[in-house]
């Protein structure tokens, strides 16, 4: 099986930074993309950032200029960092990965577990 589990999440004050982490173990062929979705309560998951293997990225107006997304393939681990932090950024952060467990099969959608962000105002 696989398995991501996030950390970094906590409480922090507006303009303030948080850095999250996911790290994913198990039977892993090879990972393609990753990303950063989040989730507030009483709204709809959203994306917040992705990064490909070739390192491209993408972001939700929202968050750009503020968060970077980076990847280290070595440890199969996928970060966010948040600088400049809003009370809007609120939610529940969750990764995501795109896993190949086996030679010749097809990515499939795995999902870390969440990590709560709170900006206090």
């Known amino acids: 099986q696989v398995q991501l589990v996030e950390s970094g999440g906590g409480l922090v004050q507006p303009r303030g930074s948080l850095r999250l982490s996911c790290a994913a173990s198990?039977?892993?062929?090879?990972?393609?993309?990753m990303g950063w979705y989040r989730q507030a309560p009483g709204k709809e998951r959203e994306l917040v950032a992705t990064?490909?293997?070739?390192?491209?990225?993408n972001y939700a107006d929202s968050v750009k200029g503020r968060f970077t997304i980076s990847r280290d393939n070595a440890k199969n681990t996928v970060y966010l960092q948040m600088n400049s932090l809003k009370p809007e950024d609120t939610a529940v952060y969750y990764c995501?990965?795109?896993?190949?467990?086996?030679?010749?099969?097809?990515?499939?959608?795995?999902w870390g577990q969440g990590t709560q962000v709170t900006v206090s105002s």
């Open positions: 198990g039977s892993i062929f090879s990972i393609g993309a």
């Open positions: 995501h990965f795109n896993i190949r467990k086996n030679f010749g099969s097809l990515y499939s959608d795995y």
């Open positions: 990064i490909t293997t070739g390192g491209s990225t």
